[in-house]
């Protein structure tokens, strides 16, 4: 059996010449099944801006997309008229910077909270196969382009315009956000400053607890060399989600202890800056 994120996510049985219409966070999608074909059409991601957005607050879902909006048909091959939609973690590093900058003391450690907008992929269950193609994967939120490195080596990443937080509220979850921690150490022998930061979302599995969506926490500790920070995935839902059932694996499996640039460095470029 497929694990399933909460609705709006999660598998839709479509009826021919007949459209449905739903949205996951900011984004609309319509769907239908036709002559043998799944038709989708989908409005434009938001702006950055609405990343944090209550999905309630928004205006009402039209029954049927706007004129200028086109529709993506697949021919099936086997007259499939069921489409599941699943979360996935965006496939770049995310940079973002605290809800309030801080220092981390030589020796100290502190938990942060960081809201990720998913990507929204559009899978093809073959009952035959059990298994599921690939129509498309599309983003929740439209995020900027943006380089966590120095000039003379780094990697392309995404500017995530949500912020790290030192606690996590019910009412900060929304469907198309997955809340991730970070445990941060600092063992090095002198003060870091944490004000932006690189989360390497590709190697976190994502978790369904209740109505929410989570990643397994990270673990980041710098201790003050060039090569970077030594970054541990725990592979298991975090502690506020203890009982939290797998919903997707991570894009790319990694080494326990890894070493990558988690932390901002004092040369940066924009807007992401460079990162240790």
């Known amino acids: 059996m497929i694990p399933t994120a909460p609705p709006p996510w999660g598998p839709r049985q479509l009826s021919p010449r007949r459209t449905q219409a739903l949205r996951i966070g900011p984004r609309d999608f319509w769907l239908r099944a036709q002559d043998g074909e799944i038709w989708v059409a989908h409005s434009a991601p938001p702006p950055l801006d609405m990343a944090s957005v209550d999905p309630s607050l928004l205006g009402p879902l039209e029954p049927e997309p706007p004129e200028s909006v086109e529709w993506a ?37 502190a938990r942060v909270f960081v809201r990720v907008p998913l990507q929204i992929r559009l899978e093809l269950p073959l009952a035959k196969q059990e298994s599921t193609l690939l129509l498309d994967e599309l983003p929740s939120i439209a995020m900027s382009d943006t380089w966590w490195g120095d000039v003379m080596e780094g990697e392309l990443g995404w500017w995530l315009p949500t912020s790290a937080r030192r606690e996590m509220r019910a009412e900060l979850h929304h469907p198309h956000l997955a809340v991730c921690p970070l445990h941060l150490q600092n063992r090095s022998g002198t003060d870091l400053a944490v004000d932006k930061l690189a989360v390497r979302v590709v190697h976190l599995s994502l978790f369904r607890h209740g109505d929410e969506l989570w990643g397994d926490e990270s673990s980041v500790v710098y201790q003050g060399s ?41 040369m940066t470029l924009s807007p992401g800056g460079g990162g240790l």
Do not use: K, N
Request: proline share 13%; no cysteine; hydrophobic share 35%.
């Open 73 to 109: 048909r697949w021919a099936t091959p086997g007259g499939e008229t069921e489409i599941l939609m699943r979360p996935a973690f965006p496939e770049r590093p995310l940079v973002l910077q605290p809800e309030r900058p801080f220092r981390l003391l030589s020796g100290a450690a």
């Open 226 to 266: 060039a090569e970077g920070s030594r970054i541990e995935m725990s592979g298991r839902p975090p502690p506020e989600a203890d009982e939290g059932r797998l919903v997707a694996g991570p894009r790319i499996r990694s080494q326990q202890g890894f070493r990558a640039r988690t932390f901002h460095r004092l």
